[in-house]
């Protein structure tokens, strides 16, 4: 079993939608949680990142975890093309090791 | 503030050749430093960290070695390169600018092509 999933997608939204990208994770210990966005050729950037159950909000971008559920989703309000890239789920149970998952690959059509 | 440095961007080596990769942190001290490889259509894979000079912890057994010989420098390297050594190489550091967390913060990268 992985310690990371996402769904590969891709996953296409229209301009100004909702998406949602979705992570489940293994190793029910975890800590901490992050979203990175990976841009097609360059490295992955940090967007978000959530400790404490339920939801976080940044400008568009709310992340929701439920440690429960071992689940933490991202979602982008009001896509934009911009927002076009895989995004990346990575989980910290403890000390050095974080585990990533493979990327959904969003696209956002204008 | 902290920038991370990783070069160069692009590489093409043919298998059997050396390689070296190098990774400097400014504005810190006493980071801790990653090196990753992102292989095409696959997730990161963590292959060497380090949390100061010359300490080494080897992820995945392979022909890479990687050294520490400065608090602020990082280096990965092959003796002889195989074709499976191919992918993106990713050097970070736990850390950056406020709103990071503790979550990585990722150089530019590296990608080889190894033919």
């Known amino acids: 079993q992985k310690e990371v999933e996402q769904n590969s997608g891709p996953l296409s939204v229209p301009e100004g939608a909702i998406a949602s990208l979705n992570c489940t994770y293994s190793?029910?210990?975890?800590?901490?949680f992050f979203w990175y966005r990976q841009y097609s050729g360059k490295s992955p950037e940090l967007i978000m990142f959530?400790?404490?159950?339920g939801d976080k909000e940044d400008g568009r971008f709310t992340a929701q975890l439920n440690k429960a559920s071992q689940y933490v989703s991202l979602l982008i309000r009001d896509s934009q093309p911009s927002d076009s890239a895989t995004y990346l789920c990575?989980?910290?149970?403890?000390?050095?090791?974080?585990?990533f998952g493979t990327g959904t690959s969003l696209t956002v059509i204008p | 503030s902290q920038t991370i440095h990783q070069w160069p961007a692009t590489l093409v080596q043919p298998v059997g050749s050396p390689l070296s990769l190098e990774c400097t942190v400014e504005?810190?001290?006493?980071?801790?430093l990653y090196w990753y490889r992102q292989a095409a259509g696959r997730g990161l894979q963590l292959l060497f960290y380090?949390?100061?000079?010359?300490?080494i912890s080897s992820e995945v057994p392979q022909n890479l070695s990687a050294s520490r010989p400065q608090d602020r420098q990082f280096i990965l390297s092959s003796k002889k390169l195989l074709l499976s050594d191919s992918g993106f190489y990713l050097c970070?550091?736990?850390?950056?600018?406020?709103?990071?967390?503790?979550?990585?913060?990722f150089g530019s990268g590296t990608r080889l092509t190894v033919v």
């Open positions: 970070a550091w736990i850390g950056g600018e406020t709103g990071a967390g503790y979550g990585y913060t």
């Open positions: 190793d029910r210990g975890s800590q901490s």
């Open positions: 959530i400790y404490s159950n």
């Open positions: 990575a989980v910290n149970p403890v000390g050095n090791q974080f585990y």
């Open positions: 504005g810190t001290s006493n980071p801790n």
């Open positions: 380090s949390v100061g000079i010359g300490q």
